[in-house]
């Protein structure tokens, strides 16, 4: 293994659960520092974004998740899986990485932890004056949002002037798939809770509607070219009914069945799209690193604008988890190595 110049330590302190449960699951635990294997490299973190799905896999909820992450308690007991480091180490078969090299990525888990050890296809180098708790913000809930309008057909000349309604706009997901769609052209209406209003319609959202105040079913018919579903249980006919023929309805997440979660509602939208010309379509957003390069350049440009909503050092972590948990963030939130103090709003 090649490694910095900097002395890695053999130990270090990560955030570590070995049962499913709340944050109070989550502990401090000292452990050897990982060893990159071949085709890996092992990265200093200095920067980890936190998503809703951390908070899922700490739960194990709903229950069938734990059929992929681990029957009795979670397979990779570190969360945070999506990092801004630098490479400090690499593995003997690795080309395309050098220590030294600024990265931002997905990954399996582990980033609640000084150093983690990932395969380096899934990380790519950040682009000069990208700062590392923007870069952290951007693979899982940037790339979702980015495959979501993808499905939906919101990309490249059929963007611009397309009518799209974002349902769940306040969250990770949510406003950069507002911020994505308003770049690309298209004209965005987002629901979401009064205090992310202000935030989406300052990155490009131009109506905005309050979600306890506004029910789907009383919107005039037709009034979108695709309607993306971050969060929220509605009916499905009356989100299909919103779409006009040939339109697409895009369920990231949809469904809270405590044991099969979202996959009644995947079965009812793939019956659904088999009659009429209004889609239905189920995303399951995957880790690309090519889209998470492309978010990095737009990031690196000031063409999207990640809210922050609050930074919490890595001696909190537990707090971090608890407040994801919670289900009530606006934007983003992120720990930082190295800092002891809470930060809030630093993003607009």
Do not use: C
């Amino acid at each position: 293994m090649t490694t910095h110049a900097t002395a890695v330590p053999t130990t270090m302190t990560a955030w570590a659960q070995h049962r499913y449960g709340d944050a109070d699951a989550v502990a401090p635990e000292d452990m050897s520092v990982p060893s990159p294997g071949p085709h890996d490299v092992l990265v200093r973190v200095h920067a980890t974004g936190l998503n809703s799905a951390d908070a899922r896999v700490m739960r194990g909820d709903p229950l069938i998740l734990r059929l992929v992450f681990g029957l009795r308690r979670p397979r990779t007991a570190v969360q945070g899986r999506d990092i801004a480091g630098t490479v400090v180490g690499a593995g003997a078969a690795v080309t395309t990485l050098h220590v030294g090299d600024a990265v931002v990525g997905e990954t399996t888990g582990g980033g609640l932890a000084p150093f983690v050890a990932v395969p380096a296809a899934r990380l790519v180098r950040r682009p000069e004056g990208l700062d590392d708790l923007v870069a952290a913000t951007l693979p899982m809930a940037g790339g979702t949002a980015w495959q979501a309008l993808a499905l939906a057909g919101i990309d490249g000349d059929a963007a611009r002037g397309a009518r799209v309604l974002v349902v769940g706009a306040g969250g990770g997901v949510g406003h950069f798939t507002v911020q994505l769609a308003a770049l690309r052209g298209a004209e965005v209406t987002a629901l979401a809770g009064p205090r992310a209003l202000p935030v989406v319609t300052a990155l490009g959202a131009t109506t905005g509607l309050e979600h306890r105040r506004t029910d789907l079913s009383q919107l005039a018919a037709a009034s979108f070219d695709a309607v993306v579903v971050i969060a929220g249980d509605h009916p499905l006919r009356h989100l299909r009914r919103l779409v006009v023929p040939g339109g697409t309805v895009v369920l990231v997440s949809g469904g809270s069945r405590p044991v099969t979660g979202p996959l009644g509602v995947i079965l009812r939208a793939m019956v659904l799209s088999m009659f009429g010309s209004r889609r239905v379509r189920p995303l399951a957003a995957t880790a690309k690193p090519e889209i998470t390069a492309e978010l990095a350049r737009l990031a690196a440009a000031g063409d999207i604008t990640p809210h922050i909503e609050r930074v919490w050092p890595q001696t909190q972590a537990r707090a971090a988890l608890a407040h994801i948990d919670a289900g009530h963030t606006v934007g983003k939130v992120v720990v930082q190595v190295g800092r002891s103090e809470v930060r809030s709003n630093l993003f607009p």
